[in-house]
Each structure stands twice: as C-alpha cells, then as structure tokens.
C-alpha cells in the first residue's frame, strides 16, 4: 500500500493497470455511468460488445461498515443478434444477487473471434458473469476503489467502508 497524499505517475499508472480506465472516463464525462463498450477478446464464448456493471445495493450501516467482498456468478444465454435471453444466477441468493442479474440481462454480445458474422452460430451460446463487489478498509487509496472490466466476463466494483458513526 502506498503512504501519503501526493498522486506520483507510479499511482496513475497502477490505477489504468487495474482495468479502471471507465472510471477515468466517467470523471472526465466521457463515458456513461456503470456502462462500457468492450473491446475485442479471444475467448471460446461469445464476445462481450457491451458489458453493464451492477449497481450498489443499499446496505444497512452494520454491512456497509466492514470491508468485505461477494462474488455473485451469472449465467447468460444469448440469441443471434447478441442480446442476453435468460439470466441464472450460480451462486447463493444475496443482496448483491439481484443487482448481478438485473445487470447481465443489459449485456451485449458478437459472435466468437474468427467464427464471421453469422446470428445462428451465437444463438444459444452461454458464457457465465463473475460480478466481484468488495467493501474496502478505511486507509485504502481512493485509485484502489471503482469499476473495473477484465476480459472476458468479469466486473470488479469496489468501495471504501463506510465510516463509524
């Protein structure tokens, strides 16, 4: 962890390393909140052309109070022009699951690299969304929170811990 307040090019470049770029952007206003086109990936499934992040789910001040982390699992079917048409949920039914599902049924998906433009080929294809929500500990530097996407299905958000009252 990184001591002081200065923002050094080491810390910038740690921040866009960890995927955070969207919320550069975000703060620059150049990009939509919770929402990011993906770039291409190599993967077996489908490729991600739009991914959605959750949002926070309220909390109550006991949960909201201690770092912790969730990962909620989705699994997506897509028809042939890419839209998500069934949503199921892998892991144990949270607070953080329905934000998980309410985001993945909003991504967008293209035929694998290397398969050509062709819809029945992606229809019924799955791929399964890891949804990563951690509460950080007071004391974590402010580039070490946000959203973040890694290829190929995966979306980090984390926050600090709220302060005790």
């Known amino acids: 962890m990184r001591s002081g307040r200065a923002v050094t090019a080491h810390a910038i470049w ?4 960890r995927t955070k770029v969207h919320l550069a952007l975000l703060l620059l206003g150049l990009a939509a909140p919770l929402t990011m086109p993906v770039c291409a990936q190599e993967t077996a499934g489908p490729q991600v052309a739009y991914a959605a992040a959750p949002e926070w789910p309220p909390l109550d001040n006991k949960e909201a109070e201690r770092p912790y982390r969730e990962i909620v699992l989705v699994k997506v079917t897509v028809d042939g022009f890419g839209n998500v048409i069934d949503t199921k949920l892998l892991t ?4 953080y699951s329905s934000a998980g599902v309410r985001a993945a049924s ?7 690299v290397g398969m050509g433009p062709d819809p029945a080929k992606l229809n019924g294809m799955t791929a399964t969304l890891k949804f990563i ?3 950080l500990p007071t004391g974590t530097s402010v580039y070490e929170t946000g959203i973040g996407f890694v290829p190929p299905y995966e979306v980090q958000l984390s926050r600090l811990v709220r302060q005790k009252r």
């Open 14 to 17: 740690g921040f866009l390393s």
């Open 92 to 95: 144990h039914n949270s607070v």
């Open 133 to 135: 929500f951690e509460l």
């Open 106 to 112: 909003l991504w967008k998906f293209a035929e694998p």
